[in-house]
């Protein structure tokens, strides 16, 4: 059974950093595209960076480029988000989310997913 379970979230104030990372089971982690969204309260839940199957690309949502990166320890089938400069705009619950179907664009294809994390929630506040 395919298994995410995400940790490292928490209260930061801005301009801090914090790294989630993303347990993955039942599945080898670097055969299916996976990524992380967030969805911050009231808001549509977004993509904030992902890695195709297709190529192994990542991408990312502007407003994160040059202070989120995103990799992956395939050795412990793990999936880790690094956020720097963190901003209050960026809170919001951080999810994982894995399909074996969706090979690109995975940035938008959120309702492509086959399997979510609970999420892990990071509030960035003064």
């Known amino acids: 059974q395919v298994q995410l379970v995400e940790s490292g979230g928490g209260l930061v104030q801005p301009g801090g950093s914090l790294r989630l990372s993303c347990e993955a089971s039942g599945f080898t982690l670097d055969s299916q595209t996976i990524g992380w969204y967030r969805q911050a309260p009231g808001k549509e839940r977004e993509g904030v960076s992902c890695?195709?199957?297709?190529?192994?690309?990542?991408v990312y949502t502007d407003s994160v480029k040059g202070r989120f990166t995103i990799s992956r320890d395939n050795a412990k089938n793990t999936l880790y988000l690094q956020m720097n400069s963190l901003k209050p705009e960026d809170t919001a619950v951080y999810y994982c989310?894995?399909?074996?179907?969706?090979?690109?664009?995975?940035?938008?294809?959120?309702?492509?997913?086959?399997?979510w994390g609970k999420g892990t929630r990071v509030t960035v506040s003064s």
């Open positions: 989310g894995t399909s074996a179907r969706i090979t690109r664009d995975c940035l938008t294809q959120i309702y492509g997913m086959d399997y």
């Open positions: 890695i195709g199957s297709s190529d192994g690309r990542t």
